[in-house]
């Protein structure tokens, strides 16, 4: 189980890895003092750290260390998850926001200057970067409490 986990973990973190560099390259730290819902450098950079902490440890429990690292992988992996959801509400809040957009009603500001970074992320990335990170808090709870 735990085996299972850190493979998870790792193809998440792939993911999480991937649409970091689309929010790089589509200029996410520049639009940090932009106004509007967006996702904003402390949050993922705050998501991305504490999800390569928790691999970490996790990395150091599958190797021989004591029970209680599993678990204080398991809490920060909690909050990786807690942060993850809230940027996809951001992400999905914004999303919406433009496909009405694109039906007639008025948008931001034009041009990809007013679009934030994130909405650049492919939706099959962020789907499946959620759905392994899901199946990968499971695994290392099981994997904790066994």
Same mark, same amino acid.
């Given at each position: 189980? /735990?085996?299972?986990? &850190?493979? +998870?973990?790792?193809?998440?973190? !792939?993911?999480?890895? =991937?649409?970091?560099?689309?929010? +790089?390259?589509?200029?996410? !730290?520049?639009?940090?003092?932009? $106004?509007?819902?967006?996702?904003?450098?402390?949050?993922?950079?705050?998501?991305?750290?504490?999800?390569? =902490?928790?691999?970490? &440890?996790?990395?150091?429990?599958?190797?021989?260390?004591? /029970?209680?690292?599993?678990?204080?992988?398991? @809490?920060?992996?909690?909050?990786?998850?807690?942060?993850?959801?809230?940027?996809?509400?951001?992400?999905?809040?914004?999303?919406? =926001?433009?496909?009405?957009? @694109?039906?007639?009603? $008025?948008?931001?500001?034009?041009?990809?200057?007013? @679009?934030?970074?994130?909405?650049?992320? $492919?939706?099959?990335?962020?789907?499946?970067?959620?759905?392994?990170?899901?199946? =990968?808090?499971? !695994?290392?709870?099981?994997?904790?409490?066994?």
């Amino acid at each position: 189980m /735990k085996w299972a986990a &850190l493979i +998870l973990w790792v193809i998440t973190a !792939l993911g999480g890895f =991937t649409l970091l560099g689309i929010w +790089l390259r589509r200029g996410g !730290l520049g639009q940090a003092d932009q $106004p509007g819902r967006r996702i904003r450098p402390p949050l993922i950079f705050g998501h991305m750290g504490l999800a390569v =902490t928790g691999l970490v &440890l996790w990395i150091i429990y599958v190797a021989g260390a004591g /029970k209680g690292l599993a678990w204080v992988a398991f @809490v920060l992996l909690l909050l990786v998850a807690s942060l993850g959801f809230g940027m996809l509400a951001l992400w999905l809040q914004r999303r919406q =926001t433009q496909t009405v957009a @694109v039906a007639g009603a $008025p948008s931001g500001p034009a041009g990809d200057g007013g @679009v934030p970074a994130e909405q650049h992320f $492919p939706s099959g990335i962020v789907v499946l970067h959620g759905l392994v990170a899901a199946a =990968t808090l499971v !695994l290392v709870f099981l994997a904790a409490v066994s």
